[in-house]
């Protein structure tokens, strides 16, 4: 009855998205990959973007990392864009170019969580996995009343077990599709419409004045405070001094301004960039960045150098060209463009 009710929403309300109407687990692992970093809206211009340049999952295996990073740039967590292309040099080698059609094997490509692989299993190959993210949580949470911690191993198995009994084995995919677009459009975190809603006669949450209390989560996000003070040198010629960030940290692989990074805000930071007063030309206030586990503090220092052969010195148009976090992304077009010779 759930799923029917469930299947039966969707196919009136559904949104019309491009990764919707094709079975190609190439597209859909992308999508699902891409919709983990950001809302439907911001996501599908990067799918767009992805497809263009990288058609099939051996033309990503090809691709340069640099290439995709820029294409990547502004969604975050660039591990993930690392991942995907590691997945596709996978799938090109280990599993001769063919994406994999079973679920231990789709498990088995770097960066493919239990939630991905249920939704290219189901979408592209008609396999029962339920998919289970926040929608999900949420729309099971309150219906049934569950109120195992979502983010507790006990809790998953429960929710993943219910699942199961609900997921038609004849059309899995319209049930997984349906369950997270209900919880994406109908059932959602804040004022969901519950008098509205094709749940609502039966739907613990509702029946029970417990909507805001369900899902239940137990841990809480400790944030780290991370302060980057960035060093923007410009020769006489215009030319920028970058790096490549390298370690296994926020940014891996992208390019950067050199920098100190400090826990706290430091007292002098032209101290500890070593910059004379004489060469500074302009500096920013400190500005945040908001993640989901750290927040980030930073400034830029623009001062006047001399560069050297040894050191990567870029022109203004190259460094556009370069992979780089959004807040670099950002300064070069509101502030360091003012530097700039213009075209
Ligand atoms: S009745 Fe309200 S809480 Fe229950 S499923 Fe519908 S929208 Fe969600």
């Known amino acids: 009855m759930f799923s029917e009710k469930l299947i039966s929403w969707y196919h009136q309300n559904?949104?019309?998205?491009?990764?919707?109407?094709?079975?190609?687990?190439?597209?859909?692992?992308?999508s699902e990959i891409i919709l983990q970093q950001t809302r439907v809206e911001q996501g599908l211009p990067y799918y767009q973007k992805f497809i263009a340049a990288f058609p099939t999952v051996v033309s990503l295996a090809k691709a340069k990392e640099d290439e995709v990073l820029k294409l990547w740039q502004g969604l975050g967590y660039y591990s993930r864009a690392r991942n995907l292309q590691h997945a596709a040099k996978s799938v090109a080698t280990d599993f001769k170019g063919k994406f994999p059609s079973e679920y231990k094997d789709i498990l088995s490509l770097k960066g493919v969580g239990e939630y991905t692989a249920a939704a290219i299993a189901s979408f592209s190959y008609d396999l029962p996995y339920p998919v289970l993210d926040g929608n999900v949580f949420r729309v099971i949470s309150r219906v049934y009343g569950f109120h195992e911690a979502i983010?507790?191993?006990?809790?998953?198995?429960k929710f993943i077990e219910h699942l199961h009994t609900l997921i038609p084995h004849k059309d899995p995919a319209s049930f997984n599709q349906a369950i997270m677009e209900f919880g994406a459009m109908h059932c959602t975190p804040k004022n969901p419409d519950c008098n509205a809603c094709i749940f609502k006669s039966e739907c613990?949450?509702?029946?029970?004045?417990?909507?805001?209390?369900?899902?239940?989560?137990?841990?809480?996000?400790?944030?780290?405070?991370r302060y980057f003070y960035y060093k923007v040198s410009l020769d006489s010629e215009k030319n920028i001094l970058i790096q490549k960030r390298k370690g296994k940290d926020i940014w891996e692989g992208m390019y950067e301004f050199p920098n100190v990074e400090s826990p706290v805000q430091l007292d002098n930071p032209l101290k500890e960039l070593n910059i004379n007063k004489k060469e500074l030309l302009s500096f920013s206030e400190i500005q945040k960045h908001l993640l989901t586990h750290q927040n980030i503090y930073f400034s830029f220092y623009v001062v006047k150098a001399i560069s050297s052969k040894k050191d990567l010195w870029v022109s203004?148009?190259?460094?556009?060209?370069?992979?780089?976090?959004?807040?670099?992304?950002?300064?070069?077009?509101?502030?360091l463009n003012l530097y700039l010779p213009h075209k």
Do not use: C, M
């Not at 983010?151 to 198995?157: A, E, F, L, Q, T």
């Open 151 to 157: 983010d507790s191993s006990i809790g998953k198995k």
């Open 14 to 30: 559904k949104r019309e998205l491009p990764w919707r109407n094709t079975r190609d687990p190439y597209k859909i692992w992308l």
């Open 316 to 335: 203004a148009e190259k460094l556009l060209e370069y992979p780089v976090p959004k807040i670099i992304q950002d300064f070069i077009h509101k502030t």
């Open 204 to 225: 613990y949450a509702a029946n029970n004045d417990k909507v805001d209390l369900l899902p239940v989560k137990e841990k809480k996000i400790v944030k780290r405070d």
